[in-house]
């Protein structure tokens, strides 16, 4: 399940801004900057500078489940199946 977004600063074209994404957002820009290799701040650079009249947050989003809906980033296990025996998830409380 997501976790509320969070707010962090990136350096576009030397100026720094912040954005809020949910945590698996990060995590799927992270990812996808190292299948790039690549900086955090030259990923997020080079989409912001394609996304057009697209919010960034938007534009980063739209980055990730592209990439993931390609092949390009590696599936991640659901939390349902990396949860230990007997644990609930929050869909259960």
């Not at 600063?9 to 945590?23: A, D, I």
């Not at 701040?41 to 080079?46: D, K, M, T, V």
Request: proline letters at 6%; a positive charge.
């Amino acid at each position: 399940m997501s976790g509320p977004p969070q707010k962090h600063s990136l350096t576009l074209q030397g100026h720094r801004t912040s954005v809020s994404l949910e945590p698996e957002f990060w995590e799927g820009l992270r990812a996808l900057a190292r299948v790039r290799g690549m900086a955090l701040n030259r990923l997020a650079a080079e989409i912001d500078t394609a996304r057009g009249t697209r919010g960034l947050a938007s534009a980063l989003r739209v980055a990730v489940l592209g990439a993931a809906l390609t092949g390009e980033l590696p599936p991640r296990a659901p939390a349902s199946a990396t949860m230990r025996m007997g644990e609930r998830s929050d869909r259960d409380r």
